[in-house]
């Protein structure tokens, strides 16, 4: 399995980017995909997730409280990649995002994240 993450750069205070990450090896729509993050000094943050098929939940997504109202995960199973969009970008989202796979059912938390891609850096300027 392979998640190639791609997307980050310096942007200012309330701009926008929108991370992209190719998988290879599943299907992200039979995993929940999703994205954590790591502040410089600060511990790992599960900032976004899909749901798999079969889950009741796979026409919804989970955004962590800092993400919410800003940040948009989405799939696109033809193309087998999951992006995320941030908008109105502050500098505490300052932070390598790294994007994940994860085969179970329950809500994705650290312990649960089977596959780990590269990261990509955002740096948001004050």
């Known amino acids: 399995v392979q998640l190639q993450a791609s997307g980050g750069g310096l942007v200012e205070t309330g701009g926008s980017l929108r991370l992209s990450c190719v998988a290879s090896?599943?299907?992200?729509?039979?995993?929940?995909m999703g994205w954590v993050r790591q502040a410089p000094g600060k511990e790992r943050e599960v900032v976004a997730h899909t749901w798999r098929s079969g889950s009741q939940y796979y026409d919804s997504s989970f955004y962590a409280d800092s993400a919410k109202g800003r940040f948009t995960i989405s799939r696109d199973s033809a193309k087998n990649t999951v992006y995320l969009q941030m908008n109105s970008l502050k500098p505490e989202d300052t932070a390598v995002y790294y994007c994940v796979a994860d085969g179970g059912d329950g809500a994705m938390v650290l312990a649960t994240v089977d596959y780990w891609g590269q990261g990509t850096e955002v740096t948001v300027s004050s």
């Open positions: 090896g599943l299907r992200v729509s039979r995993w929940k």
